[in-house]
């Protein structure tokens, strides 16, 4: 399975972004995904991750209420669309995938198997 994040960019506090990740190589809609990201001189944490099906959805405190994740298995991708973002959102956003399909959303790194590479997210204040 290969992951390709994108939609990062540099952004005023206050401002949106999305970031979409595509995947291919295997059945998409049987895969958790999830967004997570690391900050510089952090770990990796889980920002927000969907179920393969029915669609349950998950979010880290921080974000709930400011970020959205969505999928499109019709178009094998997964969305986080980011609003009313902060400069403690500055981060390398990275998404991730199963390989088992999951009723739950997933929330531990260990259960993700393919990684796509980082997009960066830069608030400024």
């Known amino acids: 399975v290969q992951l390709q994040a994108s939609g990062g960019g540099l952004v005023q506090a206050g401002g949106s972004l999305r970031l979409s990740c595509a995947a291919s190589g295997r059945t998409f809609s049987n895969s958790g995904m999830g967004w997570f990201r690391q900050a510089p001189g952090k770990e990796r944490e889980l920002v927000a991750s969907v179920s393969a099906g029915p669609s349950k959805t998950y979010y880290v405190d921080s974000v709930k209420g400011r970020f959205t994740i969505a999928r499109d298995n019709a178009k094998n991708a997964v969305y986080l669309q980011m609003d009313s973002l902060k400069p403690e959102d500055t981060a390398v956003y990275y998404c991730?995938?199963?390989?088992?399909?999951?009723?739950?959303?997933?929330?531990?790194?260990?259960?993700?198997?393919?990684w796509g590479q980082g997009t960066l997210v830069t608030v400024s204040s």
């Open positions: 991730g995938g199963t390989s088992y399909r999951t009723t739950f959303a997933p929330r531990l790194s260990s259960s993700y198997a393919y």
